[in-house]
């Protein structure tokens, strides 16, 4: 049991730096000190900077997971789910608790050009985000309330388009209207893809 919860000690801290400072910025020592171990305690728990890292997105994964998807699942299936989904996505890390941006849309640019097992482990968590969006829009298609010649991997495409859009917005620019935009955005997107027209919604919403 005291393993265990130095082990979550460990991903708490490890994730949270992460969320602030990317991967750049993630050191065993820092992380160690932040969860009040020693380097050697640590390396107790992970072998390697390469495996925190990737435990770190991990853990980074499964608090979307908690946070995000399983929320969405509650939902109606089809377009209700999918918007959910959606709703729960945008600005999601800091409703989480984190310090700072996603760790993974982070990831995607401090890693585009740098491969290695951490590079190919984060585009596994992309592709995995990817699909399940491209399930639920697909589950919405089928419903009838997107159009059936609807290109899922455009719409998709889009989407996460969207969504980083938000994060750079958010993060970086600290724009006011960034939850206006976004979600405008998204309700256009819908709309395109054959949806019914959105409703009036706060930005909060």
């Known amino acids: 049991m005291k393993g265990e919860n130095t082990r979550t000690r460990l991903l708490e801290a490890g994730l949270n730096m992460l969320s602030q400072n990317g991967l750049s910025g993630l050191t065993i020592g ?88 951490v590079r190919d482990h984060v585009v596994t968590l992309e592709r995995r985000w990817r699909d399940l969006l491209s399930g639920l829009a697909a589950e919405a298609v089928a419903r009838g309330e997107l159009r059936r010649d609807l290109d899922v991997e455009q719409f998709v495409w889009e989407l996460c388009g969207i969504y980083l859009s938000h994060h750079t917005a958010s993060r970086f620019l600290h724009d006011p209207l960034v939850e206006e935009r976004a979600r405008r955005a998204v309700d256009a997107l819908i709309e395109r893809a054959g949806g019914p027209a959105a409703e009036t919604r706060s930005p909060s919403s």
């Not at 000190?33 to 020693?38: H, M, V």
């Not at 209700?80 to 989904?85: Q, T």
């Open 30 to 117: 820092r992380v160690a000190e932040a969860a009040g171990l020693s380097k050697s305690g640590l390396f107790a728990h992970v072998r390697s900077k390469e495996q925190l890292e990737t435990e770190l997105l991990d853990a980074g994964a499964e608090l979307a997971r908690q946070r995000v998807i399983a929320p969405a699942m509650r939902a109606a299936p089809g377009l209700a789910r999918l918007r959910k989904l959606i709703d729960g996505w945008l600005g999601w890390s800091a409703r989480a608790g984190l310090s700072g941006g996603c760790p993974v849309a982070a990831a995607l640019f401090e890693l585009d050009d740098r491969p290695g097992p």
